[in-house]
């Protein structure tokens, strides 16, 4: 071969070093990619180039269009990656993958890039200068939170890489929110707390006993109430940490919510609190016996204050479908509103602040609960209509013999 059919050995061994010391440098490997192919193809480009010079070259009509195959080999590499990604050319979007097209439309190809892009924010990356990245809230929908980052590839072509960080965006915002909650609520008791014993203090025998031992008696009740907020903070807290490992200990899940039932048993000549049905199955399941009884005496719990009193709570063990069994709480009381149910496992949420606090809730039960089924491989579900009551059920899938 002659010197100019020769394969660019050098230009291909430079464009690999470069490679290199952009990955050391920490650069993305999805544009060292781009960047690489680019290159590589570009070197190619030159070789057909040189081949058209030589005196046999091919007549017009049959000679490669070089711009088109650096075009195509720049599309292809961004098509290849999984996360959105645009090529822009001057003030034109050329291509955009799948991840992008669905994303921002099918019919980006082709769209001004500040059209496409829409997002004053997005719209401001292109005007600053490669490696320039931004922060774009609501580019998709209300909620989102992209990162945009502009790379160059050389003075004509661009690429816009766009990464969703919604997830950890809602991750820190529930830190955030978390944090907060839990501050205010100890926060209350603790004052209260300080407040009488403040009183006390500065007041010595002036107080005369009635007073001081009602004083002492609301320092004891708001002391218990942060101590069932740590207990409940602690429980969530274990819970997330181990929710991936699902429990192996066979339970008889009839048993176990008798056990519970039992807890709420009325004093000798008192009304019946609890019914229990739980048929003639005795469904076995595998789980975790203490977290299993917490759930359940949490949902009685709730049932009875927040219940009319006047009805007894039943607690009903079915069967379920795909190999499940359910276990049902219901009350009937006030019932809760349809726009508060999505909301109920919610930490700290609460649809009557006042009520709940003054009956001893944390406003964490049921977010405790939503873990417990979670990492035993439920499905809660909660039904309620105002004025005639609520029911609260887990399925939990059956144990294999």
């Known amino acids: 071969m002659s010197g100019n059919r020769q394969i660019p050995w050098a230009g291909m061994l430079l464009a690999l070093l470069t490679s290199i010391c952009l990955v050391w440098a920490s650069v993305s490997l999805l544009i ?26 091919q007549p017009i009509s049959e000679r490669p269009d070089l711009d088109a195959i650096a075009r195509n080999a720049m599309e292809a590499t961004v098509e290849s990656v999984s996360i959105p990604m645009i090529l822009t050319d001057e003030t034109r979007i050329r291509a955009a993958n799948a991840a992008a097209r669905a994303v921002l439309g099918k019919h980006l190809v082709g769209q001004d890039t500040r059209i496409a892009l829409r997002h004053p924010d997005a719209i401001r990356l292109l005007d600053q200068p490669d490696g320039s990245t931004v922060t774009v809230p609501a580019l998709t929908v209300s909620d989102s939170v992209w990162h945009l980052t502009r790379h160059g590839i050389d003075a004509r072509y661009r690429v816009i890489e766009m990464r969703d960080r919604t997830a950890e965006a809602d991750i820190s915002r529930a830190h955030t929110d978390f944090v907060a909650n839990a501050s205010h609520e ?18 010595g025998d002036k107080v005369d006993g009635a007073l001081t031992q009602r004083f002492l008696g609301t320092v004891l009740r708001e002391a218990r109430r942060m101590q069932t ?36 048993a009325p004093a000798p000549g008192g009304a019946i609190r609890v019914e229990f049905e739980k048929g003639e199955d005795a469904p076995v399941v595998r789980g975790d016996a203490k977290q299993l009884e917490q759930l359940l ?21 079915k069967p379920a479908p795909r190999n499940m069994t359910e276990v049902s709480v219901t009350d009937t009381g006030a ?28 406003g964490l039960g ?36």
């Open 229 to 264: 907020l740590l207990a409940d903070l602690m429980s969530l807290s274990q819970l997330e940490a181990e929710k991936h490992d699902l429990p192996e200990t066979r339970i008889e899940l009839p048993q176990l919510a008798q056990r519970v039932v039992r807890e709420f």
């Open 297 to 317: 005496r949490n949902f009685i719990d709730n049932a009875l204050k927040y219940g009319d009193g006047e009805t007894p709570v039943r607690v009903v063990l």
């Open 186 to 203: 100890l926060r209350t008791p603790l004052s209260s707390i300080i407040g009488y014993v403040e009183t006390l203090s500065d007041a």
């Open 366 to 401: 049921l977010a405790i609960c939503k873990h417990i089924v979670e990492r035993h491989r439920g499905r809660l579900d909660i039904a309620s209509k105002l004025g005639v009551g609520t029911t609260v059920s887990v399925r939990l899938p059956l144990a294999a013999d």
């Open 335 to 362: 019932g809760i509103a349809p726009e508060h149910l999505p909301h109920l496992t919610r930490r700290f949420y609460r649809t009557d602040p006042g009520r709940s606090r003054a009956a001893g809730g944390t």
């Open 32 to 57: 060292v990619a781009v960047v690489a192919g680019v290159w590589f193809f570009s070197l190619w480009a030159d070789r057909l180039r040189s081949m058209e010079e030589e005196p046999a070259r």
